[in-house]
Nanobody, 115 residues
């Protein structure tokens, strides 16, 4: 069973940067589009960025121009570079396949942005 492990979160001031990583235990990422999702307290989980197996990317309007998603298929890892962070970016961040049946969600990584 594929396991997803997110890392790289932390506490940062507004305007700062973080780089998140998501490692999959198998090679499933290399064959699939992958998304970064986030869930803030009291809110539903939302998709913020995704990347196809060929490297095409897409972003939600709330993060466009500030976040960059990338992937390293050889390492079965997907990254999310987050710049110009805002307090409203505070959430637990998760990764998962973009389409089809979702894998078991990992524990996520907490991102907290102070004003």
């Amino acid at each position: 069973q594929v396991q997803l492990v997110e890392s790289g979160g932390g506490l940062v001031q507004a305007g700062g940067s973080l780089r998140l990583s998501c490692a999959a235990s198998g090679s499933i990422f290399s064959r699939n589009a992958v998304g970064w999702y986030r869930q803030a307290p009291g809110k539903q989980r939302e998709l913020v960025a995704d990347i196809t197996s060929g490297g095409t990317t897409d972003y939600s309007d709330s993060v466009k121009g500030r976040f960059t998603i990338s992937r390293d298929n050889a390492k079965n890892t997907v990254y999310l570079q987050m710049n110009s962070l805002k307090p409203e970016d505070t959430a637990v961040y998760y990764c998962n396949v973009r389409f089809g049946v979702k894998l078991n969600w990992g524990q996520g990584t907490q991102v907290t942005v102070s004003s």
